[in-house]
């Protein structure tokens, strides 16, 4: 079974290293893809493009 994780931002906006160390550690906990919302003034690319210098094995998408 493959199990995805949905990324939430809080009401106070983390920073985009902060969502990134999530995905790093959604991925070390065998998470096999990770999604980013492009809502309420965040980038979700540029957070996913970060993560993925950072990750190797975890698929990484936006949602609406």
Known sequence: MKIGLM??????????????EQIVNAESLGFR????PNV???DALTVL???G???STIELG???
């Open 53 to 55: 210098t950072r990750t």
């Open 7 to 20: 990324v939430t931002l809080p009401a106070s906006m983390p920073a985009p290293l902060a969502i990134v």
């Open 49 to 51: 493009a970060l993560a």
């Open 62 to 64: 936006t949602l609406v």
């Open 33 to 36: 893809s990770v999604w980013v």
């Open 40 to 42: 309420f003034g965040s």
